[in-house]
């Protein structure tokens, strides 16, 4: 920050290379209002925990917890997308009563104040999550192409996303051991 600005500072733009990811539980507010917010903070803490170990073991920054979601970031748009669907594995795993839904996407973004990150990389990884149903993760295909050989990647073609003027290309991707059948790009 320079001293110029109406404030006494004034912004400098830094961009920056990441990949961005935004998982969340599918039905979270519906299973809440069932079950009681002691049964909630259970499934969110072993959803928090499990975030919290594909972090450390993937090498990705959890940036944000966003109540029943999280935003990863990383540097290694390969170690991101490992990353997730260890994740998504982990999730199924831990037999939780909700399923997650994902977004993924990278590129250059700006680095705002030296915590936070905004462009249309990381707009587009939040708006893939929300047009995610439950069980599936919306990314890419730059990012698909990032996919490990136990995983399985299928194109689900051009897709309308609110912000965004022009239709983007999705993939699905997903671990080979989740229910939908192996298809490669």
């Not at 929300?130 to 073609?157: F, R």
Request: charged share 20%; glycine share 10%; net charge negative.
């Amino acid at each position: 920050m320079r001293p110029d600005g109406p404030f006494g500072w004034e912004h400098v733009v830094v961009r920056v290379e990441r990949a961005f990811a935004f998982v969340d539980l599918s039905g979270f507010t519906s299973f809440t209002d069932e079950c009681g917010d002691e049964e909630s903070v259970r499934v969110l803490t072993l959803f928090r925990g499990a975030a919290r170990k594909v972090a450390t073991d993937f090498g990705v920054r959890i940036a944000k917890w966003l109540g029943d979601g999280a935003m990863f970031v990383a540097v290694d748009s390969r170690q991101l997308v490992c990353a997730v669907l260890e994740f998504h594995r982990l999730v199924e795993e831990l037999d939780l009563p909700l399923e997650i839904h994902a977004g993924l996407a990278g590129g250059a973004v700006i680095l705002l104040e030296g915590d936070d990150y905004t462009g249309g990389p990381v707009n587009l990884a939040s708006r893939l999550a929300d047009a995610a149903g439950p069980c599936e993760i919306l990314c890419t295909p730059e990012l698909a192409t990032m996919v490990p050989a136990d995983a399985w990647v299928e194109y689900a073609g051009a897709m309308q996303v609110p912000g965004f003027h022009q239709a983007v290309e999705v993939t699905r991707l997903g671990p080979v051991a989740s229910p939908r059948t192996s298809s490669t790009a």
